[in-house]
């Protein structure tokens, strides 16, 4: 195991509904990137987060937003969400080399 | 930005015999290739990394050779077993701790 948690496992949320995932990272690590991975697809970068600062962001939407704490755990906001948002959510936890990821939550939008 | 392609999509082996995957990847800023296997409803694992300032690294029966010049790399299984069989992915960055671009998996079967 990686030492990287995320909650919830899984997730069933309304069209136009608002979400919040968790993540609390490996000890130590102070960067956090959270991921989305479609179906057969793979992890596409959301954004990424070091020292509680964004520090960089991929092609996803303004309603997308996140946060990072002072114990370096992490969260993942998504509002006003939509059909195509139902995907693995992932994040990973480093310091310098390697990303360490956690096990995923499973975000279902009906 | 950075755009990392990989081939084949799905790859089908016999027990015993050696898999190959490849993939390129556009930005030659890029120093950092790790390669991930995700077993079905798991989180994605990484099974070997590579920089560029090394051409070719192993770790038992898992090797990766990198061509910064031509910007390519490639995983190499030897002896497969069934419990090889899962999806995996390449991916790149300019740093460890930067932001992974993954190219789209390969799914790997191993036939007993």
């Known amino acids: 195991e990686t030492g990287v948690t995320q909650s919830p496992t899984h997730l069933i949320k309304t069209r136009g509904q608002q979400v919040t995932l968790r993540c609390s990272s490996q000890s130590g690590h102070n960067t956090v990137s959270w991921y989305q991975q479609a179906l057969g697809q793979g992890p596409q970068f959301i954004f990424q987060y070091y020292r509680e600062e964004e520090n960089g962001r991929g092609n996803f939407p303004p309603r997308f937003s996140g946060l990072q704490f002072p114990n370096y755990s992490s969260e993942l906001n998504v509002n006003a969400l939509e059909l195509d948002d139902s995907a693995l959510y992932l994040c990973?936890?480093?310091?310098?080399?390697?990303?360490?990821f956690g096990q995923g939550t499973r975000l279902t939008v009906v | 930005g950075e755009n990392v392609e990989q081939h084949p999509s799905t790859l089908s082996v016999q027990e015993g015999d050696s898999a190959v995957i490849k993939c390129t990847y556009s930005d030659s800023a890029s120093n950092y290739f790790p390669w991930y296997k995700q077993e079905l409803g798991k989180r994605p694992q990484l099974i070997i990394d590579i920089r560029s300032n090394v051409g070719e690294k192993k770790d038992q029966r898992i090797a990766v050779t990198l061509n910064k010049t031509a910007k390519h790399f490639s995983l190499h299984i030897t002896e497969t077993q069934p419990e090889d069989s899962a999806v995996y992915f390449c991916a790149a960055s300019q740093t460890g701790n930067t932001p992974l671009v993954f190219g789209k998996g390969t799914r790997l079967s191993v036939i007993a």
């Open positions: 990973a936890s480093s310091l310098d080399t390697e990303a360490f």
